[in-house]
């Protein structure tokens, strides 16, 4: 189907703002959204453009934790993609990441070898690169936050977590502080995380794999420790970022009393209460790296990166 230059340019803000959708989460707003992106098509089910805002759509509800919602829409988008190309990819890979949530690892195992092998069918290297380089980061970090829900090693004091936030800024550097939150991380999730990298993302071609970490440096106890402060950061991000939020206006004016009230470790408490985390030295770890920076620059970073690649998009 082919669209007017008006249909054009209502399409453009519509996608600009689905993607604003997926940094936060807003599964609800993404699917009113597509449902107004589908009437532009008509009755057009397969076009490349509905279905990139779909997957959008679904990687929303997949960052807001609707596993459910977002598996049957994958698996729509999957069937309705041609076969090989880069939004099957990209479908197949959300759906791995839906099952590594639900601990359907031989499910994700097979989803992420098919995506591996048809990685070839990317033409161009530097998107080809930038894609793998995000499946990786992606699934690494997913096969860690796997293994962290439903962890319950002690109950999470936002009082006490707090304190100790306090003392590991005061006597750990950074590193130090990854490689904590490393050796708090369940040895199951890197069980999971070899099993993976084993059975499928070690199938990458050889010259690309030479772009990525290698395994022992990547299961480096402070290069662990950064994966899971990366995902916890993914999955905190509306409870730190959100602008309508206390700790996000204090925190953004440098108001001192959100450093010694105990605003961050209640903020991190909430998230992991509801994610099922129960590790309360993760819980300090995290706050006290976050503490070390300003909102502007933790909200930037923290920002949930879509696995998708816009096709303006050539950034790593």
Not at 287 to 313: G, H, W
């Amino acid at each position: 189907m082919k669209l007017s230059q008006p249909q054009k340019r209502e399409l453009r803000r519509l996608e600009i703002e689905l993607q604003a959708c997926v940094k936060s989460a807003n599964s609800e707003k993404a699917a009113e959204i597509t449902a107004h992106i589908q009437t532009l098509f008509g009755d057009d089910r397969r076009h490349h453009r509905l279905l990139r805002a779909k997957l959008w759509c679904f990687e929303a509800a997949l960052d807001a934790n609707s596993l459910g919602y977002a598996e049957s829409g994958l698996l729509g988008v999957r069937n309705l993609a041609g076969r090989g190309t880069r939004l099957q990819l990209e479908a197949s890979t959300l759906l791995a990441v839906c099952y590594l949530r639900q601990k359907r690892y031989t499910d994700a195992k097979k989803l992420i070898r098919g995506v591996v092998s048809h990685l070839a069918k990317i033409q161009s290297n530097s998107k080809r690169r930038q894609f793998q380089k995000r499946l990786v980061e992606r699934i690494e970090e997913e096969c860690i936050l796997a293994e962290l829900i439903g962890v319950q090693e002690g109950v999470i004091i936002p009082e006490e977590v707090h304190a100790k936030a306090v003392l590991l800024i005061q006597r750990s550097s950074d590193n130090e502080i990854f490689a904590l939150l490393g050796n708090s991380i369940p040895s199951a999730a890197l069980l999971v995380l070899n099993d993976v990298r084993d059975y499928s993302i070690n199938l990458i071609a050889a010259t690309d794999r030479k772009l990525l970490p290698a395994p022992a440096i990547a299961e480096r106890p402070e290069n662990v420790g950064k994966k899971a402060f990366a995902v916890l950061r993914r999955i905190a991000w509306k409870t730190f970022c959100s602008p309508d939020s206390e700790l996000y206006k204090m925190w953004s004016k440098k108001i001192p009393a959100v450093f010694n009230k105990g605003y961050f470790a209640a903020a991190i408490t909430a998230t992991m209460a509801h994610w099922r985390i129960g590790i309360p030295l993760l819980a300090s770890g995290v706050v006290a790296l976050a503490m070390k920076y300003s909102a502007q620059e933790f909200c930037k970073l923290a920002t949930p990166k879509s696995l998708m690649i816009d096709p303006k998009d050539m950034a790593n």
